[in-house]
């Protein structure tokens, strides 16, 4: 039976890992390297590199990071952050990466998912979709991308965009809640079940994870494939095994090799 | 005693490569492990790799791209028997063909099609992404020691597509996805994986090591 997926994801500026508070009060913490050996050996599922560094001349140094963790770590890796062209993908893949996870390259221009997906197939595009909850009070629900780290609206709706991605050939959306994100209170449910039941493809849930009743619900009320966190894993509040020893007790299917 | 891990431009093969390096150290065995996309490289290998990620036609041209390769690979392995592993679609390239997009011929050692998964349950995702346990057809070296079963290790695969063998015996073991999904076939001194075994953590070491000592 397929198990759901916990896969913490690691921040990373300029080789260091960090993890934002709604994207602002960064924090150092450590050698990402390190820090995928050790998530690695403790059980989780994939990881997840999420590059924030501003300049795009600083990739040489990402590149790197991505080459020395594939090379101590067999576990699926996916990057994500400034990833513009088929190039940067390659790059990315030769380096080590299994998946690319494109985000605003794919609100500029959707044809650059059908790109991506035809030359190296659709299992290592990840479409990363930032949301944000922007029908009123009593109107139905509706969500829109929001870029450059929530602060820019699209006027594009988050349920047809990931329609149209897993039509264009993304393998898996990586989903964010830009509300809920840094907050600890939970994923945006309605959000990650309405785009999870509105796509064929796997849906990774990200923003908000607070608790381990947050990764439970994940999945059992939002119809993720997988979920992800951040914080509550780097700063040692829980451990991987402590999470996927909480889902199982809710019943969700989980590894524990 | 040389592993060649065939390179036609597939994705990038340095885990595959450093998966194989940890494997020959955790085994204890003396093998010398090689990424090359020279055919006489195959032909002096004693074990012979093929990876390969994207479509499965994307992946026949690379191979057919390879001056030789294509031969040095049939001689090598149809003819001198020398132990082959396929992985992800370097196992389905194994089959008679491929219908991914377009029908383009397999290497056809494992009679039968690539064609989509169709779980029973339409609501379960495509690609089958992630971990899953091993349902064992019939015993093979590649699995000895290694747990399987509903509760035993898991192996990670990503893939829409899956070989659908012609022969059962063909099939060594499935993983449980809306009904059987082909994980492991065999024949002979030919095996391919449908999973990543490099990015398998305990079940991926554990079978790269198996393999290496598996003498058909």
Known sequence: MLKARVIPCLDVKDGRVVKGVNFVNLRDAGDPVESAVAYDKAGADELCFLDITASHEARGILLDVVRRTAEVCFMPLTVGGGVRTVDDIRNLLLAGADKASINSAAVADRQFVRRAAEKFGSQCVVVAIDAKRVSGAGEPLRWEIFTHGGRRPTGIDAVAFAREVAELGAGEILLTSMDRDGSKIGFDIELTRTIADATPIPVIASGGVGNLDHLVDGVAKGHASAVLAASIFHFGEYTIRQAKARMAQAGIPVRMD | ?216
């Not at chain 2, 195959?42 to 036609?57: E, N, Y």
């Not at chain 2, 491929?98 to 690609?127: C, F, H, N, R």
């Not at chain 2, 509903?150 to 993983?175: C, I, K, R, W």
């Open chain 2, 1 to 216: 005693m040389i592993v060649a891990i065939i390179d036609y431009g597939s994705g990038n093969l340095h885990s595959a490569h450093k998966a194989f390096e940890r494997a020959v150290r955790e085994s204890g065995l003396n093998r010398a492990v090689r990424v090359t996309s020279l055919p006489e490289d195959v032909l002096a290998a004693d074990h012979v790799v093929l990876p390969g990620v994207g479509a499965f036609a994307d992946c026949r041209r690379g191979l057919d791209a390879v001056p030789g390769m294509v031969e040095a690979l049939t001689e090598a392995v149809r003819r001198r028997g020398k132990p082959f592993l396929g992985i992800c679609v370097g196992a389905q390239l194994l089959a008679t063909r491929g219908l991914e997009y377009e029908i383009v011929p397999g290497l056809g050692w494992i009679p039968g099609d690539v064609a989509p998964i169709k779980p029973v349950d339409p609501a379960l995702k495509i690609p089958h992404m992630g971990w899953n346990t091993l349902d064992v057809r019939r015993a093979h070296p590649v699995l000895d020691g290694i747990r399987t079963g509903d509760d035993g290790l898991h192996a990670y695969f990503v893939h829409s597509y899956q070989l659908y063998a012609e022969n059962p015996d063909d099939v060594v073991a499935t993983a449980d996805y809306g009904g059987p999904v082909t994980a492991i076939v065999a024949r002979d001194n030919v095996v391919g994986v449908q999973f990543h075994p490099e990015k398998s953590q305990t079940l991926g070491l554990a079978l790269i090591g198996n393999f290496l000592a598996w003498r058909p």
